[in-house]
């Protein structure tokens, strides 16, 4: 069973400083793991994705995340923070190499930036 | 470029009634999925397709809960008998099946109030 805990539901950051959302994943095997944003009466889209190939990725926006198996984390990252970031962030995760298809979400972390 | 479509993207109801939600996805998409959302949570797997084909319901998908995709095109999600524990936001999604690694590309959800 693959499950994610994100650690801090809401977490708070000055404009111009670091974003660090923290996940790690719990998988019965090599998982495929995911950042989705949720902004304010949107639907979530995809900010970045995992799926075994570069463990430090790249995403929208100036996000990137890194794969740390050893630590079974995929946190998330941005160097200088900027309001239009505001918003919900999801960490999530599927069984890598297969064709199941069903993708678990962890239950969130609110990001506000400070002015 | 038309995106996943959700209707109605409110409803309210009195507690014993049927309400349905209709979920539209991207045209070329063959794969969609439902999940729920309530406040402070991510989203909840409830249930997906390839094509028609239903290929996994979760366990918390209860017997008054039925969702279709007679042609492979929309899906409805049908919840008999409503709760007010029902109350959420019902999230569609629709991917291009490319194993699991495709990604998710998510309606802005149909919002049930059950009073």
């Known amino acids: 069973a693959q499950s994610v805990t994100q650690l801090g539901s809401h977490v708070s950051v000055s404009e111009g400083a670091l974003v660090l959302l923290r996940c790690n994943y719990s998988s019965s095997v090599p998982p495929y793991l995911f950042w989705y944003v949720q902004y304010p009466n949107q639907g979530l889209q995809l900010l970045l994705k995992y799926t075994s190939a570069a463990t430090l990725v790249k995403g929208i926006n100036g996000f990137e995340a890194e794969f740390k198996k050893s630590e079974t984390s995929f946190h998330l990252t941005k160097p200088s923070a900027h309001m239009s970031d505001a918003a919900e962030y999801f960490c999530a995760v599927t069984p890598g190499g297969s064709s199941a298809s069903k993708i678990i979400f962890g239950s969130g972390t609110r990001l506000s930036i400070r002015p | 470029d038309t995106g996943v479509s959700q209707d109605p993207r409110h409803k309210i109801t009195k507690r014993g009634q049927n309400v349905t939600f209709r979920c539209d996805p991207i045209s070329e998409h063959n794969r969609l999925y439902w999940y729920r959302q309530t406040l402070g949570q991510g989203p909840e797997f409830l249930t997906y397709?390839?094509?028609?084909?239903?290929?996994?319901k979760s366990r918390l998908l209860s017997d008054r809960f039925s969702a279709e995709r007679p042609k492979g095109s929309f899906s409805t999600l049908e919840i008999q008998r409503t709760e007010q524990g029902d109350s959420a936001m019902y999230l569609c999604?629709?991917?291009?099946?490319?194993?699991?690694?495709?990604?998710?590309?998510f309606g802005e959800g149909s919002r049930l109030t059950v009073l």
């Open positions: 397709f390839q094509n028609e084909a239903q290929l996994e």
């Open positions: 999604a629709s991917s291009l099946g490319q194993g699991n690694t495709g990604e998710l590309f």
